[in-house]
């Protein structure tokens, strides 16, 4: 089984990338399912759909055509299913504090439900087996990131509070009420968490195996989207995941000569040379600008077909991180896969939040965590493949 995932910045097109995957996929012969994680979804409309749809009805799953399938996560239609006894708690209590009951009904939805209800379907697919190819269409970096950090925090939450929560409510909920107009919450909604922990059990395992994982990054050639490309990588690398393809799309193709383009042409150029040096440990995908919007089945098997002329997007195009981060007793480790290099002087430039690398003809940029922004690059050695960086 393989999970996709297509993030990026917002506008740059995943979701098209997404649903010309699926496309693409199913024509191959894989059962595949496109899941649209992003709340604003347009997934359908991409797929353009109406006419499309063999089993509407009341599936989650919408059948596109033998092989594929798609789906955009309701998060009202999940919580009746998963968090009935959590929403009903939250809900009480934002009721009780005088909320109105429509507006306590909409809040008692508090972030990170959406992701985890994702989470939950995706691992209950992987469980049953029940695609060959899941395509996650996420949503904008920022919130992607939140997304594949939930099993972590979750996890967390878990070992160290949930229990204590859970005995405190059982020991002192009597009491408290008594004084307390706020209620406590009852051992169902315990039960409840503990089972929707239960369902999620294995989904870190899942999206962090880079045989079963891998994310592709979408991006264009302009300045803010490629750092903000530089900086997701640094942090699905941070996040242990393993990214194995940046497709850079709506490059103008060649027969562009129209005069008002041409400082556009020079650079998007000169940004897709910086992408190509900033991401050259994974393959770098490209796609043109088509000339019109890519709406409906046909362009989006087009692209499909530009996008993955003679490869398998189902294939893993990298296996392992480039970068890993570890803590260490005084600081920081930046571990870097970097195969065939031989020992030559190392130059480390550190600027703010970005690491620049140079080692003979070679410079590579790396950005860098939050947390390591004040720090001092203090220290570099070449072993084997590996370029091992100390911050303290
Ligand atoms: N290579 C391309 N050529 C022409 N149009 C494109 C291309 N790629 C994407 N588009 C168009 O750009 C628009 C935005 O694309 P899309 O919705 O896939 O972006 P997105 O990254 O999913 O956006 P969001 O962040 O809002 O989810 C769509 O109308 C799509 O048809
Ligand atoms: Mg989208």
Same mark, same amino acid.
């Given at each position: 089984?393989?999970?996709?995932?297509?993030?990026?910045?917002?506008?740059?097109?995943?979701?098209?990338?997404?649903?010309? =995957?699926?496309?693409?996929?199913?024509?191959?012969?894989?059962?595949?399912?496109?899941?649209?994680?992003?709340?604003?979804?347009?997934? +359908?409309?991409?797929?353009?759909?109406?006419?499309?749809?063999?089993?509407?009805?009341?599936?989650?799953?919408?059948?596109?055509?033998?092989?594929?399938?798609?789906?955009?996560?309701?998060?009202?239609?999940?919580?009746?299913?998963?968090?009935?006894? /959590?929403?009903?708690?939250?809900?009480? %209590?934002?009721?009780?504090?005088?909320?109105?009951?429509?507006?306590?009904?909409?809040? @008692?939805?508090?972030?990170?439900?959406?992701?985890?209800? @994702?989470?939950?379907?995706?691992?209950?697919?992987?469980?049953?087996? #029940?695609?060959? /190819?899941? &395509?996650?269409?996420? @949503?904008?970096?920022?919130?992607?990131?939140?997304?594949?950090?939930?099993? *972590?925090?979750?996890?967390?939450?878990?070992?160290? &509070?949930?229990?204590?929560?859970?005995?405190? #409510?059982?020991?002192?909920?009597?009491?408290?009420? =008594?004084?307390?107009?706020?209620?406590?919450?009852?051992?169902?909604?315990?039960?409840?968490?503990?089972?929707?922990?239960?369902?999620?059990?294995?989904?870190?395992?899942?999206?962090?195996? !880079?045989?079963? *994982?891998? /994310?592709?990054?979408?991006?264009?050639?302009?300045?803010?989207?490629?750092?903000?490309?530089?900086? #997701?990588?640094?942090?699905?690398?941070?996040?242990?995941?393993? %990214?194995?393809?940046?497709?850079?799309?709506?490059?103008? !193709?060649?027969?562009?000569?129209?005069?008002?383009?041409?400082?556009?042409?020079?650079?998007?150029?000169?940004? &897709?040379?910086?992408?190509?040096?900033?991401?050259?440990?994974?393959?770098?995908?490209?796609?043109?600008?088509?000339?019109?919007?890519?709406?409906?089945?046909?362009?989006?098997?087009?692209?499909?077909?530009?996008?993955?002329?003679?490869?398998? !997007?189902?294939?893993?195009?990298?296996? +392992?991180? !480039?970068?890993?981060?570890?803590?260490?007793?005084?600081?920081?480790?930046? &571990?870097?896969?970097?195969?065939?290099?031989?020992?030559?002087?190392?130059?480390?430039?550190?600027?703010?939040?970005?690491?620049? %690398?140079?080692?003979?003809?070679?410079?590579?940029?790396?950005?860098?965590?939050?947390?390591?922004?004040? *720090?001092?690059?203090?220290?570099?050695?070449?072993?084997?493949?590996?370029?091992? %960086? =100390?911050? *303290?």
């Amino acid at each position: 089984m393989r999970v996709i995932l297509y993030t990026g910045k917002g506008g740059v097109g995943k979701t098209t990338i997404s649903a010309a =995957t699926g496309l693409k996929l199913a024509s191959l012969g894989y059962k595949t399912i496109v899941i649209s994680l992003d709340v604003a979804h347009s997934l +359908r409309d991409s797929y353009d759909s109406d006419e499309l749809l063999i089993a509407q009805n009341t599936e989650k799953q919408i059948q596109i055509n033998d092989n594929l399938w798609m789906q955009e996560i309701n998060v009202q239609e999940a919580i009746v299913e998963y968090w009935d006894e /959590v929403y009903n708690y939250i809900r009480s %209590i934002l009721n009780r504090s005088g909320l109105d009951s429509l507006v306590a009904e909409e809040i @008692a939805i508090f972030p990170g439900m959406e992701e985890i209800c @994702a989470l939950l379907y995706i691992n209950q697919y992987v469980r049953e087996n #029940a695609y060959d /190819v899941i &395509i996650l269409d996420c @949503a904008p970096t920022g919130e992607s990131l939140r997304f594949v950090s939930i099993p *972590t925090t979750l996890e967390w939450y878990m070992n160290r &509070i949930f229990k204590l929560e859970r005995n405190l #409510a059982r020991i002192a909920g009597p009491v408290i009420e =008594t004084v307390s107009s706020v209620p406590m919450p009852k051992d169902s909604y315990f039960k409840n968490i503990q089972s929707l922990f239960d369902r999620l059990e294995g989904i870190d395992k899942v999206l962090t195996d !880079p045989k079963i *994982t891998t /994310v592709r990054l979408v991006t264009n050639p302009e300045k803010i989207v490629i750092k903000e490309t530089q900086r #997701a990588f640094m942090y699905f690398c941070l996040y242990g995941m393993c %990214i194995d393809a940046v497709i850079i799309n709506r490059i103008f !193709p060649e027969g562009v000569d129209d005069r008002f383009f041409d400082f556009w042409k020079k650079t998007q150029q000169q940004y &897709i040379e910086d992408a190509e040096n900033y991401f050259s440990d994974v393959p770098n995908l490209k796609v043109n600008l088509f000339d019109d919007q890519i709406v409906g089945v046909s362009g989006l098997q087009k692209l499909g077909d530009i996008l993955y002329p003679d490869i398998d !997007p189902a294939d893993r195009f990298s296996q +392992r991180n !480039p970068y890993q981060f570890n803590k260490v007793d005084d600081g920081y480790q930046l &571990i870097m896969q970097l195969p065939f290099l031989t020992k030559q002087e190392v130059n480390l430039n550190k600027q703010a939040d970005e690491l620049i %690398i140079t080692i003979g003809g070679f410079k590579r940029h790396v950005a860098l965590p939050r947390s390591l922004s004040s *720090t001092k690059a203090t220290g570099a050695k070449l072993t084997g493949q590996q370029l091992i %960086i =100390t911050f *303290t």
